[in-house]
């Protein structure tokens, strides 16, 4: 089984606590977030340049793991600094 199929079928939505609303730009939300970031540790992606690069290389990827478009360096970045699941 790919990656990133394991990863869809780990990381659901009923495992992540819901956010609460908020003003400005949505982003990606934390299934999203906690998606890429168990993906990146299954692939051994170590820092936030490489899982970019790779997503971009892999667009196929990116879209099963649910996302429109790649995220930028630095907001995979603060996800890797961020508590993502309380």
């Known amino acids: 089984m790919e990656a990133c199929e394991v ?6 939505k009923a495992i992540v606590p819901a956010e609460f ?3 400005g730009n949505p982003g990606y939300g ?4 906690l998606r890429i970031l168990v993906y990146a540790r ?3 992606l170590n820092n936030d340049t ?3 690069k790779h997503l ?3 667009l196929d990827v990116s879209r ?3 996302l429109f478009n790649v995220p930028d360096r630095t907001t995979v970045g ?3 600094d961020l508590k993502l699941v309380s």
């Not at 990863?7 to 659901?12: A, D, I, P, T």
């Not at 934390?30 to 977030?33: D, P």
């Open 50 to 52: 490489r899982i970019v």
């Open 42 to 44: 299954l692939k051994g």
């Open 64 to 66: 099963t793991l649910g």
């Open 7 to 12: 990863v869809r079928l780990f990381v659901k």
């Open 30 to 33: 934390r299934v999203k977030a």
């Open 78 to 80: 603060r996800w890797n």
């Open 56 to 58: 971009n290389k892999h």
């Open 21 to 23: 609303k908020r003003w």
